[in-house]
């Protein structure tokens, strides 16, 4: 079954509003993992988060990952035409010799 | 700069064929993947590799089996292609949780399966 939950699974917004999505582990993750997809291309890794409660930011993009290491979510500020793609997030656990579990993703579309 | 590529864009196959799908990273990485994507189901695990003539089986190793004879390559088998198999095929690779800090993977631009 899904290890990894994430939402929502598609989101439209207009250029300069914000955009966030959701994930959300059944069990403890070591780390987190987002990667973004360009429309006809392949994931490529942003960031990693490993501590409890840890925040990164990355330009307009706020990474956060929750005290219980169970969920993250990522944050994106007056979205640009830029940023469409598709986000997904990855868990790690402890001992699965770098195997990611993968959310399924959330499309973002950003309209003019 | 790190590099994963797979040997082909597109391809067609008939069904029950046998299939060779090839993925060859140049980063020295332990690990490797091979995923399927299909739209609103994200990527799903097929096998993973973590050490040469190593695989663990993934989410959905049905229909599938892989290869690792060399630690730079690792081979997507699929013994009698089906339709249902028509998919996008991503290979990854990264280093293994004991050797690095960070396990981010690394993707290939993908192989577009098209089994008639």
């Known amino acids: 079954g899904q290890q990894v939950m994430q939402i929502p699974q598609y989101q439209h917004v207009q250029e300069g509003e914000d955009f966030t999505t959701y994930c959300n582990s059944s069990?403890?993750?070591?780390?987190i993992q987002w990667y973004k997809q360009r429309p006809g291309g392949h994931p490529v890794f942003l960031i990693q988060l490993v501590k409890s409660g840890e925040v990164k930011k990355q330009k307009r993009l706020t990474f956060q990952f929750g005290e219980a290491k169970k969920n993250s979510s990522l944050h994106i500020t007056a979205t640009q035409t830029t940023d469409v793609g598709t986000y997904f997030c990855?868990?790690?656990?402890?001992?699965?010799?770098?195997?990611?579990?993968f959310g399924r993703g959330t499309q973002l579309t950003v309209w003019p | 700069d790190v590099k994963v590529t797979q040997s082909s864009r597109y391809l067609v196959k008939r069904t029950g064929e046998k299939v060779f799908l090839e993925c060859v990273q140049d980063m020295d990485h332990e690990n490797m993947f091979w995923y399927r994507q299909d739209p609103g189901l994200g990527l799903r695990l097929i096998y993973f590799?973590?050490?040469?003539?190593?695989?663990e089986k993934g989410d959905i190793p049905e229909g599938y089996s892989v290869s690792r004879e060399k630690k730079e390559r690792f081979s997507l088998i699929l013994e009698s292609a089906s339709t249902n198999q028509t998919s996008m095929y991503l290979c990854a690779s990264s280093l293994n949780f004991l050797t690095g800090r960070t396990y981010e993977q690394y993707f290939g631009p993908g192989t577009r399966l098209t089994v008639t």
């Open positions: 990855a868990g790690l656990r402890g001992s699965t010799l770098g195997r990611l579990y």
């Open positions: 590799s973590y050490d040469v003539k190593m695989k």
């Open positions: 069990t403890t993750l070591s780390n």
